[in-house]
């Protein structure tokens, strides 16, 4: 496991002040806090690390959701929240194997030291749209089941579209933080 210490410090650092930002923004009001599930930040983490570094990003992605439940909710019980980090990790890791396996969208595997391309844009668009779907059935499937509560289609729908425009919002972010503060990234066509 090259690099395993500076991967998992970098995903861990990065996804915990993204999950910080998001539930400081979306949970200041509790009456309307559900309206962060629109735009669900912290998936779009999972997507390119878990897509970039494969199972090496897992644990530091656990481990950094993890915290930031525990900063932001510290007198609850956090199980069923563990469960719903798993199920999504899961649901991310599992969309970028299966599209990995088919080769869809990419032929090689994705590696940090690549350039990135055009083709490996929509090899990360498909992870976006697959995870995002399995993440809104299971992940929902998992808590409701945890919760004894059921989970109506409009919740899994309001799920499915966080994920994605979480991850359209984090990626453009990455972007931009990459053309401002790294002189060699580019897009190869």
């Known amino acids: ?37 629109l735009a669900y930040l912290p998936h779009g983490c999972k997507v390119i690390f878990i897509t970039f570094f494969g199972i090496r990003a897992v644990p530091a992605l656990f481990f950094a959701e993890l915290t930031g439940q525990y900063l932001e909710w510290p007198n609850t019980d956090l199980f069923y929240l563990w469960a719903g980090s798993i199920s999504s990790l899961l649901c991310v890791f599992v969309a970028a194997n299966i599209l990995t396996s088919l080769k869809i969208g990419t032929d090689t595997n994705l ?36 919760n004894e509560v059921s989970i109506n289609v409009s919740v899994i729908a309001r799920f499915f579209i ?28």
């Open 111 to 146: 590696r940090i030291n690549k350039r990135l391309t055009y083709k490996n844009y929509k090899f990360i668009i498909f992870v976006i749209i697959l995870s995002a779907l399995f993440n809104s059935i299971f992940t929902n499937l998992v808590l409701s089941m945890l």
């Open 1 to 37: 496991m090259k690099q395993f210490i500076q991967i998992s410090l970098a995903v861990y650092f990065i996804t915990l002040v993204v999950f910080s930002f998001w539930s400081q923004v979306t949970l200041q009001n509790p009456d309307i806090g559900w309206i962060g599930s």
């Open 162 to 189: 966080g994920d994605i425009l979480g991850s359209a919002i984090f990626i453009t972010w990455m972007m931009i933080f990459a053309r401002l503060f790294l002189k060699n990234f580019q897009i190869e066509r």
